[in-house]
């Protein structure tokens, strides 16, 4: 899952605020989100137009 991180801190993931990253670690992402140290960044899918 990717999230960016609210502030920093550091532990097992160390993190900026702003920085993005991938959290494999389920357990590990689950105690970030409720420590409120990062949210989920929503990943949009880019459709281009055909031109023609």
């Known amino acids: ?5 609210k502030v920093s801190f550091a532990g097992i993931i160390t993190m900026s605020k702003g920085e993005e990253r991938e959290i494999q670690d389920k357990q590990i992402y689950q105690d970030l989100i409720q420590a409120n140290y990062v949210e989920e960044v929503k990943t949009k899918n880019k ?3 055909n031109e023609n």
């Open 1 to 5: 899952m990717k999230v960016k991180a």
């Open 47 to 49: 459709v281009k137009a």
